[in-house]
């Protein structure tokens, strides 16, 4: 797990709901259970200033970072779709984005990774959908100094063989088997007399593997999802695991912050 990645998961998952900051030594406390040394902890955290995720602030007396308006927009829009809050009603429209794609092999990608972040396949290089609207779509655009035409559309067709183009749903569906598989033993070390740290621990694992997949899923409605979706299977093997370990997971916080 990187630095990076391993803070985004921490303010998103427990510092969101305590205000959105923490002390360095907090950080660093939070992180070295998953094997994070101080100095990766403090590079990753100058990073994430850098573009623009956290901002400097003194607590307590105290140095420390505290989300962004950006970063707690972002963080929120993916806890929703971590955990699925978003009104889950499909108008039967679709979200349509056209636009031409860079020349530059790197920001072409970067560009395509922000998009599928954002729950949108291509049809083409330049020709994406969405089953739902997000509204951080013109800031990726911004951000990509790409300009782009959007539409809300209704396919007149088969739209279930539509999205099988955008989406290879039979590979995110062995992914996801894949997923329980993996972290079933993992979550099971994990019982009424072990101590706090380890469900943090596992905890963090868990949502972390999870959180994975927003960049490969766009939680189709269940209209266009096929039989027996694996995804919602390894939805509810997260939901029950995420809820059975947050009690302990969020004493270890407490303690590291100092709340208790």
Known sequence: MHARSALFDLYGDHLRARGGEA???????????????????RTAVSRMVKQNWLTATVLH?????????????????TAARIYRTRDPRWEGTLDLVMF????ERS?????????RFHGYGPLSPGTWISPWHS????????EAEVSFDRFTS???GDTLALTRRAWDLDALARRYREFVATMEPVVNLVGTGTGDELAYTV???LVHAFRVFLFSDPQLPGALCPPEWAGSTAAAFFDAQAARLRPAADRFVDRCLNLR
């Open 23 to 41: 002390p360095v030594a907090a950080l660093v406390a939070l992180l070295t259970p998953l094997g994070i040394s101080p100095p990766a902890v």
């Open 61 to 77: 007396g105290q140095r420390g970072y505290a989300l962004t308006r950006k970063g707690r927009q972002r963080l929120d829009e």
């Open 100 to 103: 031409r794609p860079p020349t």
């Open 107 to 115: 920001r072409r990608a970067r560009l395509g990774d922000a998009l």
């Open 135 to 142: 509204t951080e779509l013109e800031d990726v655009f911004v």
């Open 154 to 156: 209704r396919h007149h």
């Open 203 to 205: 905890r963090c694992e």
